[in-house]
């Protein structure tokens, strides 16, 4: 089991910036490869936003190209979004994911970010 805990979210201006955290810790040794953001607005199907690999490859959707950037710190088992040039089409729950080697996919509770015009 892992464990995923958000941290970051919450209510900013357009053209503002928010940075979301997201740490993973488990009991067991687990291979995590990838970790990522997904984000869910009200009446939407959950989405990618962007997605980082265990050797440093990385995903975005074309919607936050160019104005987010997802890293990780490997040691700490953690990733961030850092998210710049908000808009209010960006408003929705943020959601941290975790796949390990053998495919199983490990979700945090969901940060809500509020972008108001």
């Known amino acids: 089991q892992v464990q995923l805990v958000e941290s970051g979210g919450g209510l900013v201006q357009a053209g503002g910036s928010l940075r979301l955290s997201c740490v993973a810790s488990?009991?067991?040794?687990?291979?995590?490869?990838?970790m990522g953001w997904y984000r869910q607005a009200p009446g939407k199907q959950r989405e990618l936003v962007a997605v980082?690999?265990?050797?440093?490859?990385?995903n975005y959707a074309d919607s936050v190209k160019g104005r987010f950037a997802i890293s990780r710190d490997y040691p700490k088992n953690t990733v961030y979004l850092q998210m710049n040039s908000l808009k209010p089409e960006d408003t929705a729950v943020y959601f941290c994911?975790?796949?390990?080697?053998?495919?199983?996919?490990?979700w945090g509770q969901g940060t809500q970010v509020t972008v108001s015009s």
């Open positions: 994911n975790a796949r390990t080697l053998n495919l199983v996919n490990y």
């Open positions: 488990s009991r067991n040794i687990v291979s995590i490869n990838v």
């Open positions: 980082i690999s265990s050797g440093g490859s990385t």
